[in-house]
């Protein structure tokens, strides 16, 4: 029976991955007759259809706590804890309209995520070159503004090797503070176990998401950076050990 179940999970893995190749390529040639005018439209049902079937095909189960911010189409920054290669699936399938995200330069190669990260008009970064980093961001804020668009970021960078939430890098914050746009923190627990790293499948399972309340960053300076990003940190460590404790996970507060 164990057999027979991995079996059934790996054939599910496979269909959603070529869901989500026939839905970017499908994508792609809407983009090209289009000339990409209706990318915005199109990428927040596009990606919610996706990540719920999937969701389901994969045998999880998704609650939603908070109030989800989707009335109005504003440019605002989400930012998400990392724990597993699930958390795409996930994102997709709480994504608002109009959403971007930004993400490493390496993806520009890697099929079919280069083709729908150009049909669906997101933002590359090179990581390792802190002035043009910066400067994708002023570019990203400014594009954000005129189309009212949200943009989704993993402040950690990296996935979490042992379920628990890393330090954040600054660029989800330098983004929102340059460009003076409300960050939303979202928190998603329950997908390191659902799908450790390295793991090829993932197990079925509950997972929880929870909108935390937004943070304006109207009145912001630069100098207290680091003090905003702790309280941020902390906000969304919390609710994280709370959703673990719900869904009576190991407790990992150390």
Same mark, same amino acid.
């Given at each position: 029976?164990?057999? $027979?179940?991995?079996?059934? *999970?790996?054939?599910?893995?496979?269909?959603?991955?070529?869901?989500?190749?026939?839905?970017? &390529?499908?994508?792609?040639?809407?983009?090209?007759?289009? $000339?990409? *005018?209706?990318?915005?439209?199109?990428?927040?049902?596009?990606?919610?259809?996706?990540? /719920? &079937?999937?969701?389901?095909?994969?045998?999880?189960?998704?609650?939603?706590?908070?109030?989800?911010?989707?009335?109005? /189409?504003?440019?605002?920054?989400?930012? &998400?804890?990392?724990?597993?290669?699930?958390?795409?699936?996930?994102?997709?399938?709480?994504?608002?309209?109009?959403?971007?995200?930004?993400?490493? *330069?390496?993806?520009?190669?890697?099929?079919?995520?280069?083709?729908?990260?150009?049909?669906?008009?997101?933002?590359?970064?090179?990581?390792?070159?802190?002035?043009?980093?910066?400067?994708?961001?002023? @570019?990203?804020?400014?594009?954000? &503004?005129?189309?009212?668009?949200?943009?989704?970021?993993?402040? @950690? %960078?990296?996935?979490?090797?042992?379920?628990?939430?890393?330090?954040?890098?600054?660029?989800?914050?330098?983004?929102?503070?340059?460009? /003076?746009?409300?960050?939303?923190?979202?928190?998603?627990?329950?997908?390191? @176990?659902?799908?450790?790293?390295?793991? $090829?499948?993932?197990?079925?399972?509950?997972?929880?998401?929870?909108?935390?309340?937004?943070?304006?960053?109207?009145?912001?300076?630069? @100098?207290?950076?680091?003090?905003?990003?702790?309280?941020?940190?902390?906000?969304?460590? *919390?609710?994280?050990?709370?959703?673990?404790?719900?869904? %009576?996970?190991?407790?990992?507060?150390?």
């Amino acid at each position: 029976m164990e057999l $027979l179940s991995r079996a059934s *999970r790996l054939v599910r893995t496979v269909l959603v991955f070529k869901l989500f190749i026939l839905a970017m &390529v499908g994508l792609a040639l809407f983009s090209v007759v289009t $000339l990409r *005018r209706y990318s915005d439209r199109v990428s927040g049902p596009l990606l919610r259809w996706w990540g /719920r &079937v999937s969701l389901r095909l994969l045998g999880l189960t998704m609650e939603v706590q908070g109030a989800r911010p989707f009335a109005a /189409r504003v440019p605002r920054v989400f930012i &998400v804890n990392h724990l597993s290669t699930l958390d795409v699936v996930v994102a997709s399938a709480i994504c608002p309209d109009a959403f971007s995200c930004v993400g490493k *330069r390496e993806l520009r190669w890697v099929f079919p995520f280069n083709v729908g990260w150009w049909s669906l008009r997101l933002y590359y970064i090179d990581r390792k070159n802190h002035e043009s980093a910066l400067k994708t961001l002023d @570019e990203a804020a400014a594009d954000m &503004v005129a189309r009212g668009r949200t943009v989704m970021m993993a402040p @950690e %960078g990296t996935r979490s090797l042992d379920g628990r939430m890393g330090p954040f890098k600054k660029g989800a914050f330098h983004l929102a503070l340059r460009a /003076r746009l409300p960050i939303y923190p979202i928190v998603f627990a329950g997908l390191s @176990e659902a799908m450790p790293k390295g793991a $090829l499948v993932p197990r079925p399972g509950a997972i929880k998401v929870r909108f935390l309340p937004p943070v304006e960053t109207r009145d912001w300076r630069p @100098e207290e950076l680091n003090a905003r990003i702790a309280e941020i940190h902390g906000a969304m460590d *919390r609710a994280y050990h709370e959703l673990r404790d719900e869904l %009576g996970l190991p407790d990992l507060r150390a």
